[in-house]
């Protein structure tokens, strides 16, 4: 499938995390030379303007270092992390390149970080890396590394795909509820006639790289806004926010669980305009 071959491996959660972790290393050192020169978006940007400068930042699935650098030249100081070995030798070559000093990268699993508890003000896992970490069990592993090592007063901010995203009319999210219903009965029936499970888990996806030709295939997994809530470690506060409400276009977006891109901000004070 799609170059995957996962009927060759044992279908258990940890051997399928890492053949697709295995797969996103492949894909991404592909995708470098594109990386290497994208810069912040603007809702990044408009996030990181409310936020006070200097603070100690984790920019976890860095990649080439864009959000890091747009980060850096906004006064903050910067430690990225990617699983790419190559994608952070591209980034430490930018910093150099440019002179900054007030940035670091280093290759890392956002599942098994590093870090002291409490150790970053701030915690982004921007532009859908947290859908690049396959089994449900990895990615709330992920977050609560994240809320691990920020502080307590300190807020960490995903970005999510969203299965329920209607963009482009209700055939789409139609087509992947149905596409993962028969995945949730092949599965069944695996387990019912005792025969390993060899495909795709329900939500996910591959797709044809379109950075840079000839980069090989990318693994995404595409959540519903209830299954993203049950990554919050229990007890703490989160906030769903739109790029219509970050960028103040929209205050309160009705559409917000059906759009393409959803926000996840954990913390006491997880309103990003309370942050000035």
């Known amino acids: 499938m799609n170059g995957l071959e996962l009927n060759k491996v044992k279908m258990d959660n940890e051997s399928y995390y890492k053949k697709i972790k295995n797969l996103n290393i492949q894909h991404y050192t592909g995708e470098v030379p594109y990386y290497s020169k994208a810069a912040l978006r603007l809702v990044e940007e408009i996030i990181l303007t409310n936020l006070p400068r200097e603070s100690k930042i984790l920019d976890l699935g860095c990649g080439s270092g864009r959000f890091s650098m747009g980060a850096t030249k906004l006064g903050f100081n910067v430690t990225g992390v990617d699983i790419t070995p190559e994608s952070v030798r591209a ?10 000093t007030n940035v670091q990268f280093l290759v890392g699993d956002m599942t098994e970080l590093p870090f002291k508890n409490g150790e970053f003000d701030y915690v982004f896992c921007p532009h859908f890396s947290i859908n690049a970490v396959a089994t449900i069990e990895k990615r709330k592993k992920a977050i609560k590394e994240m809320t691990r090592v920020v502080k307590p007063d300190g807020l960490v901010f ?3 795909f969203n299965k329920f995203y209607c963009g482009t009319g209700p055939i789409l999210p139609l087509a992947n509820i149905i596409r993962d219903s028969f995945r949730h009965i092949k599965m069944f029936l695996c387990k019912l006639v005792n025969k390993p499970y060899g495909s795709l888990l ?7 790289a379109n950075k840079v030709d000839g980069a090989s295939d990318g693994y995404a997994h595409l959540p519903t806004i209830f299954e993203i809530k049950t990554w919050i470690p229990n007890g703490k506060k989160y906030v769903f926010l739109s790029i219509p409400q970050i960028t103040k276009r929209i ?3 009705l559409l917000k669980h059906i759009r393409y891109s959803i926000w996840i901000v954990i913390g006491e004070n997880n309103r990003i305009n309370r942050n000035k």
């Open 91 to 100: 980034a430490q070559r930018r910093a150099e390149d440019s002179g900054i």
């Open 158 to 160: 995903v970005e999510s």
């Open 202 to 208: 329900p939500g996910d996806i591959t797709y044809k």
């Open 251 to 253: 205050k309160n977006d």
